[in-house]
């Protein structure tokens, strides 16, 4: 699976931006696919997950702020709709999928895409 993000850039706080992410190669069988962040001297965490079916999952920090989603046509291109933001959301944001097979959980990363806010 490999996966391209793009939408990343500059911004002002309070400002908006949209990340995307296309999912290419052996995608059968994604069952979800997300976005995580990592800023400097912290770890990569969580930001946001949608599985398969449609269920979403976020960080409590970007809770009302950010919505990720699914292209309906393509269910393994997913957005990440990111509002109202704030300088400490600046990071390296990182795509994911992640896929079951035959006996293990295959677990694949795009190659970041940098957010900064300035304040």
């Known amino acids: 699976v490999q996966l391209q993000a793009s939408g990343g850039g500059l911004v002002q706080a309070g400002g908006s931006l949209r990340l995307s992410c296309a999912a290419s190669?052996?995608?059968?069988?994604?069952?979800?696919m997300g976005w995580y962040r990592q800023a400097p001297g912290k770890q990569r965490e969580l930001v946001a997950v949608i599985t398969s079916s449609g269920r979403t999952n976020y960080a409590d920090s970007v809770k009302g702020r950010f919505t990720i989603s699914r292209d309906n046509a393509k269910n393994t291109v997913v957005y990440l709709q990111m509002n109202s933001l704030k300088p400490e959301d600046t990071a390296v944001y990182y795509c994911?999928?992640?896929?079951?097979?035959?006996?293990?959980?295959?677990?694949?990363w795009g190659q970041g895409t940098q957010v900064t806010v300035s304040s």
């Open positions: 994911n999928a992640e896929k079951q097979l035959l006996k293990s959980r295959g677990n694949y």
């Open positions: 190669g052996t995608i059968f069988s994604i069952d979800s």
